[in-house]
Nanobody, 119 residues
Framework: QVQLVESGGGLVQAGGSLRLSCAAS????????MGWYRQAPGKQRDLVAT???????NYADSVKGRFSISRDNAKNTINLQMNSLEPEDTAVYYC?????????????WGQGTQVTVSS
């Protein structure tokens, strides 16, 4: 089992910045890709950014050039630096981790952290 704890959400004005962090604990020895997803009210949960264990990244088109994901394998953490925030970025942001165990991949989610961007 993997436990994920997010931090760093909050309220910010449009154009501002926030930094989200996610710490993994538990059976972390076989965690692969980690990432951030977000869910706005009444909408589905969408990918924001992912990062592999070797540092390869992938971003949603809507956040390219504004958000940056990073990873510290020694500390089992990932971060999401969010700049030039827009009201459309308002959502609950969830950390995700994929773990390879007993021949299969398993996905884990954090509890989510609210990001609100005011116009």
């Amino acid at each position: 089992q993997v436990q994920l704890v997010e931090s760093g959400g909050g309220l910010v004005q449009a154009g501002g910045s926030l930094r989200l962090s996610c710490a993994a604990s538990g059976s972390i020895f076989s965690i692969g890709t980690m990432g951030w997803y977000r869910q706005a009210p009444g909408k589905q949960r969408d990918l924001v950014a992912t990062i592999t264990k070797t540092g390869s990244t992938n971003y949603a088109d809507s956040v390219k050039g504004r958000f940056s994901i990073s990873r510290d394998n020694a500390k089992n953490t990932i971060n999401l630096q969010m700049n030039s925030l827009e009201p459309e970025d308002t959502a609950v942001y969830y950390c995700n981790a994929a773990q390879f165990r007993a021949g299969s991949w398993y996905g884990y989610w954090g509890q989510g952290t609210q990001v609100t961007v005011s116009s």
